[in-house]
Each structure stands twice: as C-alpha cells, then as structure tokens.
C-alpha cells in the first residue's frame, strides 16, 4: 500500500443518490473521480491497471445509508482483494491518511526468484498494523485453493515489475554508463518509484534497504 490523496469536495451527485431509495453510489463522475485519485490501482495489492474493478466500500456498509455514500469510504480495489477483505478485515490501517503511514508502518518484501512467497514484516506495533499486515498476506500468497491460485498469478505479475526494477538499477549503476545512459535510467526508476506505478512499496522498500540506493533515490517517492 501507498498513501493516496482523495480529492475534495466530493462529487455532488452522492448527495442526490443519498436521498434515494434505490440510489446508486457509482453515479456521475464518481468512477473518473477514483480512478485519478488512486493512480487506477488497487488500492490494496497495487496492481495498476485491473482488469476487475470494484468501487470498495473501506468500512463495510452493512446497511448504513452514512458509509454507503460517504465519498472518503469509497476506495478502487480489484475484485481479487475485495472479495478477500470483504467485511473481515475492518481495522486497517488507512492509505488516504497520511498519520497512518501505510508505507513505513509495514515493510514489503518478495525476493526475486521464482516461487517464493511474499514477506510482510511490522515496522510499528497496533492492531491496525498487524490487521493490515493479515489481509496483505491474504491477498498475496493467499489462502484457499482458488485464492491461492490468484495470488500465483498477482505474484508471478509483482516479481516481473521487481525484476525490471532491479534491472534498470543495476543498468543505472554501470560504471561505463556516459551521462545520456544515466538519465535515461534513472528517469525509469523515477517512474517506478512513483505511487502511479505498479507494486510502488516493494520498490521503495528495496530502495529503503540500501543505504546507497536510499541516498540517491529517496528522494524521488512522491
């Protein structure tokens, strides 16, 4: 998870289909609204591009009008890590509030070879990190036969973005690079250490857990 701002003022249609009986959350601009506001990725597994999407409810509705049309509870999300969440998991940490640190609170971590499962490990102690941290497990290496299978396929998808990464720092950090090469490849990590690029807190992680790389490339997270 990254963090993700949520534009403001909501759109006005919610409003209008609050007051329904049969109203309809996904009305007006509702769809473009998320779609820009988180980079269209996944809120939770950060698989940009779904081909599933679902407009995620964060705090599960239940029946409450208040949470059904509350713009701020409205999250992008693929139907594989909704249909995981679903209204198991309700004290997670909060990737459109900047105090819960979803970056930092939890380290992400997947080894580049195949088959190998994903690592998340607490950095901060609280219920809504180790909450957090059960539902990304979840979503990652997954948990019946069929999720299971889902999350070979997220998976074999993370450690290709992983592998290009670590491809591009390694072509950045050449020897024999003249300065053209140079830029050209640290314009590609930029890219991919931008929270609109795919599985954004693996990469920031690794960079975190270099001392070299954490020098020259933080200060490129946005």
């Known amino acids: 998870m990254v963090y ?13 289909e609050k007051s329904k009986s049969s109203g309809d959350y ?4 509702v769809l473009e609204r998320l779609e820009g506001d988180f980079k269209n990725k996944c809120y939770i597994c950060e698989l940009k591009k779904p081909t599933t999407i679902n407009v995620e409810h964060f705090i599960s509705h239940k029946g409450d009008i208040d949470l059904k049309f509350d713009w701020n509870n409205l999250f992008w999300s693929c139907a594989h890590c909704n249909n995981t969440k679903l209204a198991k998991y309700s004290n997670l ?5 900047a105090v819960d640190n979803v970056e930092t609170a939890l380290e992400y971590k997947l080894n580049p070879f195949p088959h190998e499962m994903v690592e998340i490990n607490v950095r901060v102690q609280g219920n809504k990190v180790d909450e957090t941290r ?3 497990l979840e979503v990652y290496n997954g948990t019946t036969i069929l999720k299971k299978l889902e999350a070979a396929n ?7 973005e992983i592998m290009e990464f670590q491809r591009n720092l390694q072509k950045f950090y050449d020897n024999e690079n003249t300065p053209d090469t140079e830029e050209y490849f640290l314009n ?12 954004t807190a693996f990469k920031r992680w690794i960079v975190r857990n270099n001392k070299v790389l954490k020098g020259d490339l933080e200060q490129y997270f946005d």
């Open 188 to 199: 590609l990590i930029k890219k991919q250490l931008s929270i609109s690029s795919s599985f």
């Open 154 to 160: 997220l998976r074999n998808k993370l450690l290709n």
């Open 26 to 29: 996904k009305c007006g601009n």
């Open 134 to 136: 059960e539902l990304l």
């Open 93 to 97: 940490l909060n990737c459109t509030k």
């Open 4 to 16: 993700f701002e949520k534009s403001l003022p909501a759109p006005e249609c919610l409003a209008i």
